[in-house]
């Protein structure tokens, strides 16, 4: 199993950017997939999550309306598109996989990936 998140890197605040995450090495379409991220310092927080079909998704308050969560089973991939970007979301970004839709927690989630770092700052 694994999952490779790229696409990180350094924005102005304002600035967008597109995170990617492939899977490999089980059924993608089986599994409800997420989006969480790791400030120093800080614990490990849920940031977005998608549904099996991608028919359904949930936000973190502080990203609704910037971020967006999007699927291809075909490609066995997640993105996350991310606009408007502020500091404060300045962070190692990981993408997960588990059996369950919409957990908010880590331990919902099965498989990790290594994380891709978005740093937003002028």
């Known amino acids: 199993v694994q999952l490779q998140a790229f696409g990180g890197g350094l924005v102005q605040p304002g600035g967008s950017l597109r995170l990617f995450c492939a899977a490999s090495?089980?059924?993608?379409?089986?599994?409800?997939m997420g989006w969480f991220r790791q400030a120093p310092g800080q614990e490990r927080e849920f940031v977005a999550a998608i549904s099996w079909s991608g028919g359904s998704t949930v936000y973190e308050d502080s990203v609704k309306g910037r971020f967006t969560i999007s699927r291809d089973n075909a490609a066995n991939t997640i993105y996350l598109q991310m606009t408007s970007l502020k500091p404060e979301d300045t962070a190692v970004y990981y993408c997960?996989?588990?059996?369950?839709?919409?957990?908010?927690?880590?331990?919902?989630?099965?498989?990790w990936g290594q994380g891709t770092q978005v740093t937003v700052s002028s």
């Open positions: 997960a996989a588990g059996r369950m839709f919409g957990g908010i927690r880590p331990y919902e989630y099965t498989y």
């Open positions: 090495g089980f059924t993608f379409s089986d599994y409800g």
